[in-house]
């Protein structure tokens, strides 16, 4: 069941770079939740390529289309299905590479564990799989914002070494982070960022970075006790974006310098019922949201598919060098931005649904 995620708002993707088409299918949402594909289609938009010189100059549209699942704009509480077509293939791009498998990607995994692969654009490896995982967030988006009041925004927040100033997380806005290329809501650190992908990509090199993402309004209650909660669903669902390497939550891996006495997050009462005073727990303890900002961030590693040679070895464990000749990123971080909040979303979907269900 590898291209599922979920319990009761349950995702399955499908479709390889450069097959017919990709999408998903989405089981489990609510009835009677208005939806189009007017409100898939933007998340699609800041995933796609060819949104700016910093990212593939591969010029996808990524026009989503719901097969199943709505009538009238309405959901019907039935599988909704969603295709995207792939249009720009060049698998001649992939040519030199179909012999040699690409260091620090996915060619040579596939091939040892399926005996076979897609032959060019690396098949379900390649960020066109995240289409379906953009276009099932946007629903669970649509049911958690109209249900519950929830909303998500990611950003980047650094990339090689830069790092963005603070990021206020209750007043981020998704149209704030769009101000800019980068997708960074600090104009300065944005600008810094902005050159040193050109720089990198003036080098035929890549770089990485982190992605930081804040789900507001989230009640207290969601996340299951003990294996699925609230933070290892997140970890688990961010870790599976193509790219990633590392999760933390609230405070994370700086909280290790800090005293209980500083850490603690002192409970207030506040106008909806207790809350806390500061917020380095993240919004869940105990693996249960506790109704403050769920916050989190995201490493991603520098790509693998670069344009300088590599030394390396082909299949055959015969010595040569490796250019890679396809239209790659420098730097995934801003289209990865949306499949950071759609995986939040399709988390928080099913702890949505999985606390529903206990309601008597
Ligand atoms: C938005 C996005 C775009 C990506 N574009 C590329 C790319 O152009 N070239 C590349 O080598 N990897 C790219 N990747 C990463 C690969 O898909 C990924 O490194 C590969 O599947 C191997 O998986 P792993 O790095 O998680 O081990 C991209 C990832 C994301 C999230």
């Given at each position: 069941?590898?291209?599922?995620?979920g319990?009761?708002?349950?995702v399955?993707?499908?479709?390889?770079?450069?097959?017919?088409?990709?999408?998903?299918?989405?089981?489990?949402?609510?009835?009677?939740?208005?939806?189009?594909?007017?409100?898939?289609?933007?998340?699609?938009?800041?995933?796609?390529?060819?949104?700016?010189?910093?990212?593939?100059?591969?010029?996808?549209?990524?026009?989503?289309?719901?097969?199943s699942?709505?009538?009238?704009?309405?959901?019907?509480?039935?599988?909704?299905a969603?295709?995207?077509?792939?249009?720009?293939?060049?698998?001649?791009?992939?040519?030199?590479?179909?012999?040699?498998p690409?260091?620090?990607?996915?060619?040579?995994?596939?091939?040892?564990?399926?005996?076979?692969?897609?032959?060019?654009?690396?098949?379900r490896?390649?960020?066109?799989e995240?289409?379906?995982?953009?276009?099932?967030?946007?629903?669970?988006?649509k049911?958690?914002?109209?249900?519950?009041?929830?909303e998500i925004?990611?950003?980047?927040?650094?990339?090689?070494?830069?790092?963005?100033?603070?990021?206020?997380?209750?007043t981020?806005?998704r149209?704030?982070?769009?101000?800019?290329?980068?997708?960074?809501?600090?104009?300065?650190?944005a600008?810094?960022?902005?050159?040193?992908?050109?720089?990198?990509?003036?080098?035929?090199?890549?770089?990485?970075?982190?992605?930081?993402?804040?789900?507001?309004s989230?009640?207290?209650?969601?996340?299951?006790?003990?294996?699925?909660?609230?933070?290892?669903?997140?970890?688990?669902?961010?870790?599976s974006?193509?790219?990633?390497?590392?999760?933390?939550?609230?405070?994370?891996?700086?909280?290790?310098?800090?005293?209980?006495?500083?850490?603690?997050?002192?409970f207030?009462?506040?106008?909806?019922?207790?809350?806390?005073?500061?917020?380095?727990?993240?919004?869940?303890?105990?693996?249960?949201?506790?109704?403050?900002?769920?916050?989190?961030?995201?490493?991603?590693?520098?790509?693998?598919?670069i344009?300088?040679?590599?030394?390396?070895?082909?299949?055959?464990?015969?010595?040569?060098?490796?250019?890679?000749?396809?239209?790659?990123?420098?730097?995934?971080?801003p289209?990865?931005v949306?499949?950071?909040?759609?995986?939040?979303?399709?988390v928080?979907?099913?702890?949505?649904?999985?606390?529903?269900?206990?309601k008597?």
């Amino acid at each position: 069941m590898s291209s599922t995620i979920g319990t009761l708002f349950r995702v399955t993707t499908f479709g390889e770079s450069h097959c017919k088409g990709v999408g998903a299918v989405v089981d489990g949402c609510t009835p009677k939740l208005q939806l189009t594909e007017e409100d898939i289609q933007p998340q699609l938009d800041r995933r796609r390529p060819g949104q700016s010189d910093l990212s593939t100059p591969r010029d996808e549209a990524d026009h989503v289309t719901i097969l199943s699942g709505t009538e009238n704009g309405l959901t019907l509480g039935t599988p909704i299905a969603l295709l995207v077509h792939n249009r720009d293939q060049k698998p001649g791009d992939y040519k030199e590479m179909q012999n040699i498998p690409r260091p620090s990607h996915a060619d040579y995994t596939y091939q040892m564990k399926y005996g076979i692969r897609a032959s060019s654009g690396g098949g379900r490896s390649s960020a066109r799989e995240a289409i379906g995982r953009v276009a099932a967030g946007a629903v669970a988006e649509k049911m958690l914002l109209s249900n519950y009041g929830v909303e998500i925004v990611a950003w980047v927040s650094s990339a090689g070494s830069i790092q963005s100033n603070q990021v206020d997380m209750l007043t981020v806005t998704r149209s704030m982070v769009d101000k800019n290329t980068v997708r960074c809501p600090d104009s300065p650190s944005a600008k810094s960022m902005e050159e040193l992908i050109r720089e990198v990509a003036e080098n035929k090199d890549s770089i990485g970075g982190t992605i930081t993402c804040v789900c507001r309004s989230c009640p207290a209650g969601w996340g299951e006790p003990v294996f699925d909660k609230m933070e290892a669903r997140l970890a688990q669902a961010m870790l599976s974006i193509p790219a990633t390497k590392g999760f933390e939550i609230g405070s994370g891996f700086r909280g290790t310098q800090m005293r209980g006495s500083e850490h603690n997050d002192p409970f207030i009462q506040k106008k909806s019922g207790l809350g806390t005073f500061t917020n380095f727990s993240g919004g869940v303890q105990g693996g249960i949201s506790n109704g403050e900002p769920v916050y989190f961030r995201v490493a991603f590693k520098p790509v693998a598919t670069i344009g300088q040679s590599q030394k390396t070895v082909d299949f055959n464990g015969k010595e040569t060098v490796l250019e890679a000749k396809g239209r790659h990123d420098p730097c995934v971080l801003p289209r990865a931005v949306p499949i950071v909040e759609s995986m939040a979303a399709l988390v928080l979907a099913d702890l949505a649904l999985i606390q529903e269900s206990r309601k008597p």
